[in-house]
């Protein structure tokens, strides 16, 4: 059997200097690591994840507020939607996704009152009713076929819209037309953990820096792997310093490099605090979908 030191790889971040690993540590990381890995390989969520389209924001696109009226705003928050025109009846063919890598998915698209009800449905508080002071109705008096570019699992990728025209407003409201039924969830963490590694960027096909989080009193001693042939499960060994009585609670981000056995090509990086996969050169933290799904936004 090897030695620890030699199963073990640490990188040394930016000011932070190199201690050693007891086996204990080690034994704690692999684990935990071989769990992680274990439950993505068998977990409902992987599928959808690595093949199909699991959006990473809301299905109503984010509108450019500093084009918009300012009546707009709490209009939307009240949703005092009003519609003024018909609706297309007819159900759209099924549309094709693109992604950057050349891939692609047929996906079943929604009519355009399904889209509406989408759009226009009753959020969860009213701050007034409208009519009122700085609040008026959404006149919807148009609506066409678009597409626009979101971000999922696999990355950017164009998906078909329906374009509402509100009058009064400069820009259309948008609203993925994709079904939800064909897509898939975010995945949820592993005992409601931390998301200690936010994202990575691929230096070498053997060579990952990562973006982590620790506090301002904490020493980065090295980072950890775990390699499947599905999965590479990253860690950072971050550690309190011993003389510190009393710190700050302030989160800092730093990088530091992890060298793989072999090169990452298709498999999916997870954290191995929160068991979430990570998405690359991106702030999207998978740890806070613990209590939202696009998919009902």
Not at 251 to 262: A, H, N, P, Q, S
Not at 270 to 290: A, C, K, N
Request: contains cysteine.
């Amino acid at each position: 059997m090897l030695p620890v030191a030699v199963l073990i790889m640490l990188a040394t971040a930016c000011g932070s200097s190199r201690a050693p690993v007891t086996a204990h540590e080690f034994d704690e990381f692999t684990d935990r690591a071989r769990e992680v890995a274990e439950r993505w390989q068998s977990s409902a969520e992987r599928e959808p994840w690595i093949a199909g389209f699991v959006p990473l924001r809301n299905l109503t696109l984010e509108s450019d507020w500093g084009r918009m009226p300012r009546w707009v705003g709490r209009s939307v928050i009240n949703s005092a939607w009003k519609l003024e025109t018909e609706l297309p009846a007819e159900v759209p063919a099924p549309a094709k996704l693109r992604w950057a890598d050349k891939s692609t998915l047929n996906v079943p698209v929604l009519t355009a009152t399904a889209a509406y009800a989408g759009l226009s449905k009753p959020k969860s508080f009213v701050d007034e009713e409208c009519p009122a002071k700085g609040c008026r109705p959404l006149r919807v008096i148009a609506v066409a076929r678009g597409e626009a570019t979101m971000p999922s699992s696999r990355g950017d990728v164009r998906v078909p819209t329906w374009d509402f025209t509100v009058k009064g407003v400069p820009e259309p409201f948008r609203r993925v037309a994709v079904d939800p039924e064909a897509m898939g969830g975010p995945p949820r963490p592993l005992d409601r953990g931390i998301q200690e590694v936010s994202t990575y960027e691929v230096r070498a096909p053997t060579q990952l820096q990562l973006s982590y989080t620790h506090g301002i009193c904490d020493t980065t001693y090295g980072s950890r792997v775990h390699e499947t042939p599905e999965a590479v499960v990253v860690g950072v060994d971050v550690r309190l310093n011993d003389n510190v009585e009393v710190c700050n609670d302030i989160g800092k981000t730093d990088r530091i490099g992890v060298t793989l056995r072999e090169p990452l090509g298709r498999r999916v990086v997870l954290d191995s605090s929160s068991g979430v996969p990570l998405l690359p050169r991106s702030d999207i933290r998978l740890v806070e979908f613990q209590s939202y799904d696009p998919r009902r936004s």
